[in-house]
Structures are given as C-alpha cells and as structure tokens.
C-alpha cells in the first residue's frame, strides 16, 4: 500500500476558478480540471518566477513532487489551448496557508491581504 501524499501548501486560492474560450458554453467533455496545487505550481514558476527548488519549499513538498505536479498541469494548458477546452481549477491535495505563513508573508501579498479584508489599502 503506497503512503499518503503529502498536502501542498497554497497561498490563496485563485480568484477566477474557470478559463476557456470566448463565447462558447462548454460541455463535459470540453472541460479539463486542473487541481489547485497544479493551479500553484503554475503560479509559482511561470508567474513569480520561482525556479522548482524554490516552489517546493514554498509548497512544502520535494521538489520531484513539485516537477511531477507542473508537468501534470502543463499539459493541461496546453491541452486546453490546442483544442479550446475550457479549465476548473478545483480540487487536489492541499492546505491554504494561513494569516501568519513565513513564505507567504511578502510585502505585497500582505498589502492585498489588508485590501481583501478591509476592502481598501490601509
């Protein structure tokens, strides 16, 4: 019996859950989901530019669990780009960091964290 992965640490969950193309109502089959720690690992390293080291200690994991998830999530991209299926980022192994997470606790993730909770800069 394989042992039970490891839960991912995430920063926030992304606001915007569904992606596709312009003006056309997906069906089931033209809807891949994308779990919230492929949806993190994208984030980390396409968007903040972590390299994959940096994104596993973000995320807590191995840095092999880290390239297995992005790798996994790529190909979800690319699937859906080529034949315009739309993505729902939903679901997967993690845990939503909290309030005080070292990793997390940069200076402009806690100024939005005050927009968000107080609906304006303070």
Not at 76 to 99: F, H, S
Request: aromatic content about 8%; glycine content about 8%.
């Amino acid at each position: 019996m394989p042992r039970p992965s490891k839960p991912r640490h995430v920063c926030w969950l992304p606001d915007e859950r569904r992606f596709g193309p312009y003006g056309r109502r997906g069906q089931i089959a033209d809807v891949l989901v994308m779990s919230v720690d492929e949806y993190e690992t994208i984030r980390l390293i396409d968007h903040e530019g972590f390299d994959q080291e940096q994104a596993a200690k973000q995320m807590q994991v191995a840095r092999t669990t880290v390239q297995r998830i992005y790798v996994d999530a790529r190909k979800k991209l690319a699937e859906a780009l080529v034949r315009g299926k739309q993505i729902v980022i939903d679901g997967g192994n993690y845990v939503l960091c909290g309030r005080n997470c070292d990793p997390c606790d940069w200076p402009e993730r806690r100024k939005l964290r005050r927009q968000n909770q107080f609906g304006n800069e303070e």
